[in-house]
């Protein structure tokens, strides 16, 4: 394994894939990267498909530099502005990287980053970072190397490009579960109190919360909890797998993306749905996610 | 006597999983041992009268596998429960809050560890965090384990190998983490070893938990 680059700069970023499906049965939360579609876009541009375990850099926040030793393509797809020895150069494209040249993506929203070549250790499958418990991956520092072995041929992959796919706009999607709370919850405009990769806090004015919890129950990101404190939790990909607040219902899975969009003190409106439209959603969105790539090559 | 009586109800939760809800905790391992068998490939995740039936990705057919799957199971005559496994937890009893779990009690400290040791313990649930399991008490009551309560303030950092009571459960702590339930001990037995991926974790859904007085240092 060689040295592909170093971390010159980094602000909240960390190693990511897919998530460690299959072991949430014993309290392992499935990770992952949190905005998927991103994601799987920088996968697919560099790689054609997503693998189990295919690592990406999950910017979050704040500036990534990388300062390459080895030729390298590299994908950047996200909210993010990229320059290459400080040339702009376009995102959700595939680019080639020089040795000694320096990589700054400077990110508004969630961005990532693939890179050829670039292999990561994998704990239960994964080199997904677990904020939560800390499991598998790595929290990103000054001085971190991405390694690897270096791809000979970059020309077939470099120039590949994707129409951007936007996110869905208007009130997130979120599938009642057995209604109780529903026509209070929705009709209500809610505020981020705080966010991390484990859940966002959300508080609404004038909402006192239900009294008393429930049985432990088996939970999933996007799950939306309330709490007797008046606050509502939609749990994220590192949140806990079991809870006993009350359930509000559990985001769309084609609207789960954008929960890693939202901002501190932004105001959230929340849109009741059934499973079979939220399940068309995400159909919907997996059709436009693979007609969106186009390689230069192959355009007569 | 190992039929399940009831059909369970399914709803969906989000649009990924089902949510099947039992009458009981008996019921509901029945329940989740059935549909582990009979819906091989998928996630099924127990909470104390639920099972959840999970998917990566949302799938129209997931209800129907559901539905028909709880049907044969109630029609079959015998459901065949996994072997069940035992394991012995030496712990040093020495937690912060031995004194104020033996008051709740109304039990000396000696009476306390003594309870916790004679106590048969079953993991009715995984969850919380990696290799963590809700012991519930599995057979005679040795004390009154309900009327100790969750701290009113968690805290911050509990150390790992704590072992702990509370709302008429008890759990070992796999690793550092937030924590409100009572701290009554300490054990050097690693539950979660994220290196052995066959076998990450120690304990599981019905594995029966006896407690020794005595550290395994």
């Known amino acids: ?300 | 006597m190992s039929r399940i009586e009831v059909t369970p109800g399914v709803e969906p939760f989000g649009d990924r999983a089902v949510l099947v809800t039992c009458a009981g905790m008996t019921e509901r391992i029945r329940v989740a041992a059935e549909l582990r068998e009979r819906l091989p490939g998928l996630l099924v995740r127990s909470g104390m009268r639920t099972v959840l039936v999970e998917q990566p990705e949302p799938d129209p057919a997931l209800p129907e596998r559901v539905t028909s799957a709880l049907a044969a199971a109630k029609a079959a005559t015998r459901v065949e429960l996994g072997r069940t496994s035992s394991i012995v937890i030496p712990v040093a009893y020495e937690g912060q809050d031995l004194v104020e779990v033996s008051a709740l009690l109304g039990l000396t400290v000696v009476d306390l560890v003594a309870a916790h040791v004679a106590q048969t313990w079953r993991v009715a649930m995984m969850g919380f965090a990696p290799g963590f399991g809700y012991l519930v008490p599995d057979g005679p009551q040795q004390a009154e384990w309900s009327a100790v309560p969750r701290r009113a303030t968690p805290r911050a950092a509990v150390p790992a190998g704590s072992v702990a009571v509370s709302a008429g459960m008890s759990a070992v702590y796999p690793a550092a983490m937030p924590g409100g339930w009572h701290l009554i001990g300490r054990t050097d037995v690693r539950l979660f070893d994220p290196g052995n991926p066959g076998r990450p974790t120690l304990l599981d859904e019905g594995v029966v938990v006896r407690f020794v007085d005595g550290s395994s240092s």
């Open chain 1, 1 to 300: 394994m060689t040295v592909l680059a170093t971390v010159v700069e980094v602000g909240v970023a960390t190693v990511q894939d897919s998530g460690r499906g299959g072991y949430q049965r014993i309290g392992v939360p499935v990770a992952g990267a949190w905005h998927r579609l991103r994601y799987e876009s920088a996968c697919r541009l560099l790689h054609d498909t997503v693998d189990a375990g295919m690592p990406a850099v999950e910017l979050l926040a704040g500036s990534l530099q990388l300062r390459f030793s080895a030729d390298a393509a590299v994908a950047a797809v996200g909210s993010a502005t990229l320059t290459i020895d400080n040339r702009p150069v376009a995102t959700g494209t595939v680019v080639h990287v020089h040795p000694g040249e320096l990589l700054a993506l400077e990110a508004e929203g969630p961005t990532y980053l693939t890179v050829s070549g670039w292999s990561e250790a994998h704990t239960l499958g994964s080199c997904s970072t677990d904020t939560f418990s800390g499991l598998g991956g790595r929290v990103l520092a000054v001085g971190d190397e991405l390694r690897g072995e270096p791809v000979e041929d970059l020309a077939d992959r470099v120039g590949t490009f994707q129409r951007s796919v936007p996110d869905a706009l208007g009130p997130i999607r979120v599938v009642a579960f057995r209604q109780s709370m529903a026509s209070d919850f929705f009709t209500r405009r809610w505020i981020v109190q705080r966010r991390s990769r484990s859940g966002i806090r959300l508080r609404s004015a004038g909402w006192a919360g239900p009294a008393g919890s429930v049985d432990s129950m088996p939970v999933l990101p996007g799950t939306v909890q309330v709490t007797p404190d008046g606050e509502a939790i939609v749990l994220g990909p590192d949140g806990g797998l079991t809870g006993g607040y009350p359930v509000v219902g559990v985001v769309a899975s084609a609207d789960l993306d954008r929960l890693s969009l939202v901002r501190d003190d932004e105001s959230l409106a929340f849109a009741l749905t059934d499973a079979p439209t939220a399940r068309a959603a995400w159909a919907t969105r997996q059709r436009r996610l693979l007609k969106s790539f186009a390689n230069p090559r192959d355009i007569a």
